[in-house]
């Protein structure tokens, strides 16, 4: 008797719709600009966001290192972050700004 073989979910996966899972994608689609409207408050408060200092230095060594190819396996990794948590931030000031946008052309 032949034991019992899962099913393969390919079929399902190339009938479906194909959606970015990049972590980028998935930030960009949670904070989709047509989605709930951010407050002008929190729309500045958000444009106001930045890095510290000791970070962006942090960010300008690592950067250093990755062009010297030096960078040890931790360092790429805080590097990964840094540059993840900057794309988060850049997709939010973005919906800052067009909340913003739209707040001034209303009035």
Do not use: C
């Amino acid at each position: 008797m032949e034991a019992a073989r899962p099913r393969s979910a390919e079929p399902l996966i190339r009938s479906a719709t194909p959606i970015s899972a990049s972590e980028a994608a998935l930030w960009e689609r949670l904070l989709d600009p047509a989605g709930p409207e951010l407050t002008s408050e929190a729309a500045r408060y958000i444009l106001d966001l930045h890095f510290p200092e000791p970070d962006v230095a942090r960010m300008h060594s690592l950067a250093e290192k990755a062009r010297e190819s030096t960078l040890t396996l931790d360092e790429h990794i805080e590097l990964d972050n840094y540059e993840r948590v900057g794309h988060v931030l850049s997709l939010m000031k973005s919906k800052a700004r067009k909340a913003l946008k739209k707040a001034q052309s209303s009035n």
